[in-house]
């Protein structure tokens, strides 16, 4: 039986409710594990041979990506010390629906910021490694928590985007997708429908889920052999509580992740690099031992 270490907490995905949310100190909720984990940081990057023979039968792989994956394209995360968003800014002022009410202008330029910082980016070896495993499983998930639009671009097809795009732009009245509008040099400009203020189509703290990708999100974590957790540093939810719902279910739990999360305790493996290091590694391995 292995407990629950340090303040790492384990919360359910469905118990936090299907609004986006950080950790709260009051909200935590301590639950032990029962089962055998291996961890093992990896220091020289070996694909340990456990995890390579349940790849090598392994009918369905769900993987969750965090910023970390696009940060060798030159995407700054979130939670990273000195190059970490949210060291620069602060969520509330930017990434919530009052901070819209109370500054569209800054929230609109911060995003447009955003928007031509991921569009000039390119995929990076990393993301280009997960649209090569897609295509080596007869079930493959990619849920994502990045809204920078880059698996799609790598070629990854079965993507679930949690937390929206921010490419796309919507009515903040209606809620639809506007894709072309008059430049009347309005920031944020206007919808041609209503004339309600356009704002990215993304999910800000404290706004609901959207309810069919949490739901598909859901499914392929509880119904996957392996499930892997990259790049994220688990404390957003309900997305952070994802492989935590893969471990109950009886996947083999993966994290990919230079640094330690408050889900490394739990995880079966922990490859301590960098995503762009280890994928393409991981690719060679499932390739060569899926051919026969
Ligand atoms: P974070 O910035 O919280 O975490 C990024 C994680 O990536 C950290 O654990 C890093 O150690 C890791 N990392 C950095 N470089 C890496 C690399 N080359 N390879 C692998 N991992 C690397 O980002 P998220 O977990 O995605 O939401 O954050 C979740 C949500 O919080 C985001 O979707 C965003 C944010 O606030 C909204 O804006 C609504």
């Excluded at 202008?105 to 928007?115: A, D, G, K, N």
């Excluded at 649209?131 to 998930?141: G, K, V």
């Amino acid at each position: 039986m292995v407990g629950h270490q340090g303040s790492a907490p384990c919360i359910p995905v469905w118990k936090t409710g299907v609004f986006l949310s950080t950790l709260m100190p009051g909200e935590m909720e301590l639950i032990v594990v029962v089962g055998c984990f291996k961890r093992r940081n990896n220091p020289d990057m070996t694909i340990p041979a456990e995890l390579l023979q349940r790849l090598a039968v392994a009918k369905s792989v769900t993987v969750l990506t965090g910023a970390g994956i696009s940060a060798e394209s030159g995407v700054p995360t979130f939670r990273d010390a000195q190059t970490g968003l949210w060291a620069k800014f602060s969520p509330e002022e930017l990434a919530t629906p009052r901070a819209f009410r109370r500054d569209p202008r800054l929230v609109w330029e911060w995003y447009e910021w955003r928007r031509k910082l991921v569009v000039d980016a390119m995929p990076n070896p990393a993301h280009l490694a997960l649209a090569e495993i897609e295509r080596l499983f007869q079930r493959f998930h990619l849920i994502t928590q990045n809204v920078d639009g880059l698996h799609q671009r790598a070629g990854s097809r079965n993507i679930i985007e949690l937390h929206g795009n921010i490419t796309r732009t919507k009515c903040s009245e209606e809620g639809t997708i506007v894709s072309s509008w008059k430049d009347t040099g309005d920031v944020p400009p206007k919808c041609p429908a209503c004339g309600g203020l356009l704002r990215p189509d993304v999910v800000w703290f404290e706004e609901p889920m959207p309810e069919e990708e949490m739901q598909l999100a859901m499914t392929a974590s509880t119904h996957c052999d392996v499930f892997f957790s990259i790049g994220t540093s688990t404390v957003v939810y309900p997305a952070a509580a994802l492989p935590s719902e893969a471990l109950r279910s009886g996947a083999m739990v993966v994290e990919i992740n230079p640094q330690p999360t408050p889900f490394t305790p739990q995880a079966h493996f922990a490859l301590a690099g960098a995503a762009g290091v280890v994928l393409p590694k991981l690719v060679r391995v499932i390739s060569a031992s899926r051919r026969f």
